[in-house]
């Protein structure tokens, strides 16, 4: 099945991160593997500090499904981990020894987004969540709902004003001050982003004006 196969690969994670000088060397290729592993597998939140420390400092392979985690939990750049998860479905379609864990991959790798856009947003727009997730607003909805349903989030939809409102469960005041610290620093990254990319925006189009401008004179 596809859990026992992510459960395999998983099972080396130890021996990769304890390995990186071998890794880095002879089998960066395996990082693709350990990634497919860690996001299929049950203990996922178990490995993925792991993983996102080595994947930040391998920097000899890239593919999209390595470059999904890099843009999601190192640079926590949402567009960049959507077009990536668009790249996922084809590589996985294609890789013999991980097609068979593709809806698996893409679902967890869905839910992966979702939990980190809402550390950063209490009132979620289910149509720009739905740009994220590569859905429409109707399947992201019905997403949503079932997410619900499992117990696996703590929200309710507004479907009239077409939001997700998340719930406020009361944890210790020390893991208060723990989600705080953690949703306080994905905020200052995710505007320190979008500002530069503002800043580059603003500079092409000035560089545009000059350049008609000059045309003009």
Same mark, same amino acid.
Do not use: W
């Given at each position: 099945?596809?859990?026992?196969?992510?459960?395999?690969?998983?099972?080396?994670?130890?021996?990769?991160?304890?390995?990186?000088?071998?890794?880095?060397?002879?089998?960066?290729?395996?990082?693709?593997?350990?990634?497919?592993?860690?996001?299929?597998?049950?203990?996922?939140?178990?490995?993925?500090?792991?993983?996102?420390?080595?994947?930040?400092? #391998?920097?000899?392979?890239?593919?999209?499904?390595?470059?999904?985690?890099?843009?999601?939990?190192?640079?926590?750049?949402?567009?960049?981990?959507?077009?990536?998860?668009?790249?996922? #479905?084809?590589?996985?379609?294609?890789?013999?020894?991980?097609?068979?864990?593709?809806?698996? %991959?893409?679902?967890?790798?869905?839910? %992966?987004? %979702?939990?980190?856009?809402?550390?950063i947003h209490s009132c979620i727009d289910i149509n720009m969540l739905a740009q994220r997730l590569d859905m429409n607003g109707s399947e992201a909805e019905r997403w949503i709902v079932n997410l619900i349903r499992n117990a696996k989030l703590d929200a309710k939809i507004d479907s009239a004003a077409g939001t997700v409102l998340m719930g406020s469960t009361q944890p210790s005041v020390f893991q208060q001050l723990i989600d705080k610290t953690k949703a306080l620093s994905l905020k200052v990254i995710y505007i320190e982003r979008e500002h530069a990319r503002s800043k580059t925006r603003s500079a092409v189009a000035e560089k545009r004006d000059i350049t008609e401008d000059g045309s003009a004179v």
């Open positions: 099945t596809a859990y026992e196969i992510s459960a395999c690969l998983v099972g080396s994670e130890m021996c990769i991160r304890d390995s990186m000088n071998t890794v880095q060397t002879t089998c960066p290729h395996i990082l693709r593997y350990l990634t497919a592993a860690v996001v299929t597998n049950k203990k996922r939140k178990t490995y993925l500090k792991n993983l996102v420390d080595v994947i930040e400092q #391998e920097s000899s392979y890239k593919d999209p499904i390595t470059e999904f985690i890099e843009a999601l939990y190192i640079k926590f750049d949402f567009e960049t981990a959507q077009q990536k998860l668009k790249e996922c #479905e084809r590589v996985l379609e294609n890789d013999y020894f991980l097609n068979v864990i593709q809806e698996e %991959f893409i679902e967890n790798a869905r839910l %992966f987004i %979702f939990e980190t856009y809402c550390k």
